[in-house]
């Protein structure tokens, strides 16, 4: 019994503080502000320290990004194998292009063999089958489909050949 008067007691003590203050007295106060608000006092600025740049010693040296390169080109050659490019083959026009550079521009389908329409960067389109090269590293087509044109490339990647699947497609 006796708690239950003590908290009584204290739910008194806390709703007599939520009585009405005088908000006549605070509302007087707050149209004084608003007429006249006084003066507005910024603190200056911090002087800022001056900047001196590091220097960049590593310029000249191999990027991390990239992967190394033997020194003796002719010393790390990788050897002739089966994999090898045949360095006899002639060239194709479109080899002179870097894959990126090309653009597939359509496919289409006469008497059942399926070819696709590449654009150089000159804005020629050229029609290729399976079988035909294009792009920097020996890509040899090796399927068309509707909407892209698969061909595996031969690219050298540490003392050998390898053999690589890239895939263009139509743009959406």
């Known amino acids: 019994m006796k708690t239950a008067s003590l908290a009584l007691v204290v739910s008194l003590l806390l709703l007599g503080g939520c009585a009405d ?9 707050l149209e004084a502000l608003k007429r006249n608000p006084g003066e507005l006092t910024v603190a200056p600025l911090p002087e800022l320290p001056r900047y001196r740049a590091p220097g960049y010693e590593q310029a000249d040296a191999r990027s ?14 990788p050897a002739e194998g089966e994999r090898a490019p045949d360095p006899e083959r002639p060239r194709e026009p479109l080899e002179r292009y870097d894959l990126s550079e090309l653009e597939l ?12 329409l590449l654009r150089s960067p000159e804005g020629q389109v050229h029609r290729l089958r399976v079988g035909n090269y294009l792009g920097a590293d020996d890509g040899r087509i090796v399927s ?6 698969v061909l595996v490339e031969t690219v050298r990647e540490r003392n050998a050949w390898v053999e690589r699947t890239r895939e263009m497609t139509l743009p959406n």
């Open 21 to 29: 203050p005088d908000l006549t007295g605070l509302e007087r106060e």
């Open 64 to 77: 991390p990004f990239e992967a190394r390169r033997p020194d003796d080109d002719s010393a790390a050659a």
């Open 105 to 116: 521009v359509g496919t289409l389908t006469v008497n059942a063999q399926p070819s696709a």
């Open 144 to 149: 068309i489909t509707s909407a892209s044109i």
